[in-house]
C-alpha cells in the first residue's frame, strides 16, 4: 500500500529576504541571478542581465556545462515564455522553490506543472520565486533580482572640453609660485653657497705629504749579463840602440908607432875610418841580426860586430886592434867578447786581440716559510711563497753592493678584517743592511690575504738570505 505524499503546507508570511526583495521599488523587469554550487563551495555566480534562456549539459554551446551525460545537450532549465521565465525539470533532479503560494518540493510541484513534449515539467516562476535545484552533485542556486545599473558612457572631463577657457588661472599660478617656492628652497639646502671656503694650497700641500708618506715600491729584479770586450794587445816596442857619436880629435899613437904627434893628414883619415864604422855598426845592429835578438832576449849587447869591422879594410887597419874581448861575443862582466856571433834573427810579432769577460758577482736567494699563530687565514701560504720573488730581489740588490752579506730576517704580518695587512714587524739577524729590512718589509706591506675566521690573525714569516 502506497502513503500518500505529505504535502508541504504554505507558509502564510514570507522570509526576511523575501520582505526585503518586496521593498525594494521596482525599476523594470527583474532578471535571473544563479549561483554553481559543488561540494559545498561556490564555484560560479552569474547575473543573466539579458533575459534570455539559461542552458545547462555537456555541451560547451550551453551557459552552464556540466560533465552530466544523462541530461540532454542543451536542456534550457529556465526558458523565457511570452516575456516570463518558466522551470523545466526532470524526473531525476530535486530541489526546492519557493512560490508565491509557499516552499514546496519538486516532486510535489509535479502535479501542479505542466509536461512538455520532451517529458520535462514546465513550472511558471513569477518575479518573487527563488530556490535550488540539484542535478547529480551540483546545484543551482536561482532568484530574481533588479538589474544593475547601466554603467554611462565615459566622457572627459568638463575642463577638457571646455579647453582654455575653463582653466582657473588663480589656482594655477598660485600653484606654480608654490612649487618654485619649493624647489628655491630645495636648492638652497643642497647647494654649496654656506660651505667653507677651503684652502686649496693646503689641500695640494696635504696632498704632496700623503704621496711621501707612501712606501716605495719593491725593487725590480735585474739580469746580471756578461758583456764581453774586445782589447787590442799593444804593440811592443824594440828598444833601439842609439847610434854611437865618435868623438874627433886627437888619439893616442899606437904602441909599435913612433912616438909624437900625428899630422892633420892623419887625423882627417882617421876620423874618416871612425865614420865608416859607426855605418857599419849600424848594419849590424839592424832589426834582422843577433843584436837585436840579443838585446831583446837577454839585455846583452854583442860586439862581434865591431871586432869584424874592425879587422875588415874599411875600418882601421891594425888588425883587430878594436877587440873589445876574447873570440867576440857579448859584453859580459869579467869576459872578453868579440863580434863573431852575429847571426840573423826575426822581428817579433804583433799580438792579436781576445775576449774579455765581466766577472760575475754572487747570486741571492731567499728561503721562505710561514705559520699562522693567531686566528685562521686560508691562504697565508701561497700569499707568503708569492712574496719570495720580491724578497730575493731586495737581497740582491745589497749583495751587489757587498758579497759578503747574508743572514735572515723574521718576519711577523698581522692581518685586518678584512685580509689587508695592518703591521709588519721584522727582526734581522746576520750582517743584512737597513735596506733590505726596509724593503723586505715593505714587500710584506704590500701583500692580500684572505678574511680571517677571527676578525683577524698574525702570520709568522723567517726569511732566509743565502748566497749562491
Do not use: H, Y
Given at each position: 500500500m502506497t502513503q500518500p505524499q505529505q504535502q508541504v503546507q504554505p507558509q502564510s508570511r514570507p522570509g526576511q529576504m523575501t520582505a526585503v526583495m518586496r521593498a525594494v521599488a521596482s525599476t523594470g523587469p527583474k532578471v535571473l541571478r544563479?549561483?554553481?554550487?559543488?561540494?559545498?563551495?561556490?564555484?560560479?555566480?552569474?547575473?543573466?542581465?539579458?533575459?534570455?534562456?539559461?542552458?545547462?549539459?555537456?555541451?560547451?554551446?550551453?551557459?552552464?556545462?556540466?560533465?552530466?551525460?544523462?541530461?540532454?545537450?542543451?536542456?534550457k532549465l529556465f526558458e523565457l515564455v511570452q516575456g516570463e521565465y518558466v522551470l523545466n525539470f526532470l524526473e531525476e533532479m530535486s530541489g526546492r522553490v519557493a512560490l508565491p503560494t509557499g516552499i514546496s518540493e519538486l516532486q510535489v510541484l509535479k502535479g501542479q506543472a505542466r509536461r512538455t513534449d520532451e517529458g520535462a515539467y514546465q513550472l511558471r516562476l513569477t518575479e518573487d520565486s527563488r530556490g535550488k535545484i540539484v542535478v547529480g552533485d551540483t546545484t543551482f542556486l536561482f532568484q530574481f533580482v533588479a538589474p544593475p545599473p547601466v554603467q554611462p558612457k565615459p566622457q572627459l572631463p568638463v575642463a577638457v572640453l571646455r579647453g582654455a577657457t575653463g582653466i582657473d588661472w588663480r589656482t594655477t599660478i598660485i600653484a606654480a609660485f608654490?612649487?618654485?617656492a619649493h624647489f628655491l628652497a630645495i636648492g638652497a639646502m643642497y647647494s654649496d653657497w654656506l660651505d667653507p671656503i677651503v684652502d686649496e694650497e693646503l689641500s695640494l700641500a696635504g696632498l704632496v705629504d700623503t704621496f711621501d708618506k707612501l712606501p716605495p715600491p719593491p725593487p725590480i729584479e735585474e739580469k746580471v749579463e756578461e758583456v764581453t770586450e774586445t782589447a787590442t794587445e799593444a804593440k811592443e816596442e824594440a828598444p833601439t840602440t842609439p847610434r854611437p857619436t865618435p868623438s874627433k880629435g886627437k888619439t893616442a899613437p899606437d904602441k909599435g908607432s913612433s912616438g909624437g904627434s900625428m899630422s892633420s893628414a892623419e887625423v882627417a883619415a882617421l876620423s874618416n875610418e871612425l865614420d865608416q864604422l859607426s855605418m857599419l855598426t849600424l848594419g849590424?845592429?839592424?832589426?834582422?841580426?843577433?843584436?837585436?835578438?840579443?838585446?831583446?832576449?837577454?839585455?846583452?849587447?854583442?860586439?862581434?860586430?865591431?871586432?869584424?869591422?874592425?879587422?875588415?879594410?874599411a875600418g882601421v887597419g891594425v888588425g883587430g886592434g878594436l877587440k873589445l874581448g876574447s873570440g867576440g861575443g857579448a859584453i859580459r862582466p869579467g869576459q872578453g867578447t868579440g863580434l863573431g856571433s852575429i847571426g840573423t834573427t826575426g822581428k817579433g810579432t804583433e799580438g792579436g786581440t781576445g775576449t774579455v769577460q765581466e766577472v760575475k758577482g754572487p747570486t741571492g736567494n731567499a728561503q721562505v716559510s710561514s705559520s699562522v699563530t693567531v686566528g685562521t687565514v686560508s691562504n697565508a701560504q701561497s700569499v707568503i711563497a708569492g712574496m719570495r720573488a720580491g724578497f730575493r730581489r731586495c737581497y740582491q740588490q745589497a749583495l751587489n753592493q757587498n758579497p759578503d752579506i747574508q743572514g735572515s730576517i723574521k718576519l711577523t704580518i698581522r692581518v685586518g678584517p678584512g685580509g689587508e695587512v695592518s703591521g709588519v714587524s721584522a727582526t734581522p739577524s746576520g750582517n743584512l743592511p737597513p735596506s733590505v729590512v726596509?724593503?723586505?718589509e715593505a714587500r710584506a706591506r704590500a701583500g692580500q690575504f684572505a678574511p680571517p675566521d677571527g676578525g683577524s690573525a698574525v702570520v709568522q714569516a723567517p726569511v732566509t738570505f743565502v748566497k749562491q
Open positions: 544563479i549561483g554553481l554550487v559543488r561540494g559545498g563551495r561556490v564555484l560560479e555566480e552569474r547575473v543573466i542581465k539579458q533575459r534570455t534562456d539559461v542552458t545547462i549539459g555537456p555541451s560547451e554551446k550551453s551557459m552552464f556545462v556540466l560533465a552530466d551525460r544523462s541530461l540532454p545537450s542543451g536542456f608654490a612649487f618654485l849590424a845592429l839592424a832589426s834582422t841580426g843577433p843584436a837585436t835578438a840579443g838585446v831583446l832576449q837577454g839585455g846583452d849587447v854583442p860586439t862581434g860586430a865591431l871586432d869584424a869591422a874592425a879587422a875588415s879594410n726596509a724593503c723586505v
